[in-house]
C-alpha cells in the first residue's frame, strides 16, 4: 500500500475513534464505583470462598442500588478498619458494610439514607448462665470487641472495665472468649447471631437479656461533600424501598 494511503486510513482510524469516545462521553455513558466491603461480616459481606468474591446483604444492596441508579459497582476486599482510610484516600468510591452511621464518622465521611438498623449484641461463655441487662453488670471485667467498630469506643468510654481488648475479627474475639480470656464481648447483633446460627463460632451464646443501647443505621458510605454520587445513591435507595427490592433483600439474609 502506498505510504500515503497508510497514513491517511491511519488518520481516519484514529478520527472515528476519538468520535466514538466522545459520543459516548456526550451521551453520559454510566459510572463504575469502586466499592470497599469486608470479608468477615456475614451475612452483611463475606468472602465466598468457593467463588472468591464478596457477597451478603450489604453487597445485594449495592448492586440493586446500582441498578436503580444506572451506575456499575465493583465491590472490592477491605478490612474493616481501612474501609474509611481507603475512602478518603480515592481508593475506593462507596464503602458497603455494615457500619453504623455516627457523629464521629460524619465528620469525615457522608453516609447515605438508612438501608438497616440494628444494635450491638453481648456475647458471653455458653456455659454462663448470668442473666445480663447491662454492661454494668461486667464492671471490672475484661471484655472485647472488634477495632474499627464503635463498641470499641463505646467499652472504652464506659471507663469500669479492668481491660478493653481489640481484634481484627469477630472470630478472633469469639475464639479468646470461648477460652476464658475475656468475660465478654460486644459485636453486631445480627452478625454474630448468623454466625451462631451457621454453627460458626463455638463455645459462645448471644445473651437474650441483653438491651442494646446503641442502636444505630446502616448506610452507604461516600467521600465527604461528594453530593453527586450521595445524590444518586439516596435516590436509588428510595426506588429500592418503594418497589420492595430491599425487603426481599433482608429477607434472603435472614436479619
Not at 477495632?147 to 475464639?175: C, P, Q
Amino acid at each position: 500500500m502506498n505510504p500515503f494511503v497508510r497514513r491517511f486510513h491511519r488518520f481516519a482510524a484514529g478520527l472515528f475513534a476519538a468520535g466514538v469516545v466522545s459520543l459516548a462521553c456526550a451521551q453520559g455513558a454510566s459510572p463504575t464505583y469502586n466499592v470497599g466491603a469486608t470479608a468477615t461480616g456475614v451475612p452483611f459481606t463475606f468472602l465466598d470462598v468457593k467463588t472468591n468474591t464478596i457477597q451478603g446483604m450489604m453487597v445485594d444492596t449495592v448492586t440493586a442500588v446500582g441498578k436503580a441508579g444506572g451506575f456499575g459497582v465493583n465491590v472490592q476486599q477491605t478490612v474493616f478498619s481501612a474501609l474509611i482510610p481507603s475512602l478518603t484516600s480515592n481508593k475506593i468510591d462507596i464503602v458497603s458494610a455494615a457500619m453504623l452511621k455516627t457523629a464521629a464518622r460524619q465528620q469525615v465521611v457522608d453516609f447515605s439514607d438508612p438501608v438497616y438498623s440494628y444494635g450491638e449484641g453481648l456475647i458471653v461463655k455458653s456455659e454462663d448462665t448470668r442473666t445480663y441487662t447491662s454492661l454494668d453488670e461486667l464492671k471490672g471485667e475484661v471484655v472485647g470487641a472488634q477495632v474499627g467498630t464503635v463498641f470499641i469506643d463505646m467499652l472504652t468510654k464506659k471507663g469500669i472495665f479492668k481491660e478493653v481488648r481489640s481484634y481484627d475479627s469477630v472470630a478472633d474475639m469469639t475464639r479468646d472468649l470461648a477460652l476464658g480470656r475475656i468475660k465478654a464481648g460486644l459485636g453486631d447483633q445480627p452478625i454474630i447471631a448468623y454466625q451462631l446460627r451457621q454453627n460458626t463460632f463455638t463455645g459462645v451464646k448471644l445473651v437474650d437479656s441483653y438491651k442494646p443501647v446503641n442502636v444505630g443505621d446502616v448506610c452507604l458510605v461516600v467521600r465527604k461533600g461528594d453530593t453527586e454520587t450521595l445524590a444518586r445513591i439516596n435516590k436509588a435507595i428510595a426506588t429500592i424501598k418503594a418497589d420492595g427490592t430491599l425487603q426481599k433483600i433482608v429477607q434472603k439474609w435472614g436479619i
